[in-house]
């Protein structure tokens, strides 16, 4: 198993023949895309879904019904590629998926909630746990957690918190371009001095492995 962190929110997965992309937005780098036997999308957010790097591959795309239909205005060459899952949906892409949540973090009482769908996927023996924008349990346990660190929608104390309540063992960052790499810092030494002993927090550079 190998996976990458890309840019963002967006982390690719390759595993006995199969590439998974979840969330290539606008601060990931097409690259991200080369070869993918499939693309997860969560919500219809830019930093999650460009439809430039869906029509950068040929691969399937697997995401909720609300950025099926941006999907259907923004990219309609793209449609036909597109499956629609539901919470709790077990699907496959080449390894297995468990779809996870309903709704996006509140990002302002003033703001309507939007759509949003986790991704559970079991690669070989290993559980990886994407969120999306929410902080949502995965209902199981899970070996990895890919823990969003900044939002407008995040404080520091909920990103710990989250990341406690997984209690997954691994625990590596993503949605980090909101900070600076001075700010993001701050969140690797809150994360170092609040955990329990024995969970381990990386944040990594685009383009780097786990």
Excluded at 122 to 147: F, M, N, Q, R
Aim: net charge negative; glycine share 8%.
């Amino acid at each position: 198993m190998r996976i990458t962190k890309f840019g963002h929110a967006c982390v690719r997965i390759e595993h006995d023949g199969a590439v998974v992309v979840l969330d290539p937005g606008s601060f990931t780098d097409a690259e991200a895309v080369d070869g993918a036997t499939a693309v997860l999308i969560t919500h219809e957010h830019a930093d999650h879904y460009l439809p430039d790097h869906l029509r950068a591959c040929d691969a399937p795309v697997f995401t909720i019904d609300a950025v099926a239909a941006r999907i259907r205005e923004d990219a309609p060459d793209v449609a036909e590629r597109v499956t629609v899952v539901s919470p709790d949906q077990g699907f496959d892409v080449g390894v297995p998926v468990r779809a996870v949540g309903e709704l996006h973090a509140v990002i302002h009482p003033d703001y309507p909630r939007f759509f949003n769908s986790g991704y559970v996927l079991t690669v070989g023996d290993a559980k990886i746990y994407h969120p999306g924008d929410a902080l949502t349990a995965p209902g199981e346990s899970v070996d990895l957690l890919l823990a969003p660190v900044s939002a407008p929608w995040l404080k520091v104390s909920e990103a710990v918190d989250f990341v406690r309540a997984v209690g997954a063992l691994r625990n590596l960052a993503i949605h980090d371009r909101v900070y600076s790499e001075v700010a993001l810092g701050m969140v690797d030494s809150h994360m170092g001095n609040l955990l329990p002993d024995g969970l381990e927090f990386v944040r990594l550079p685009d383009g780097a492995d786990l």
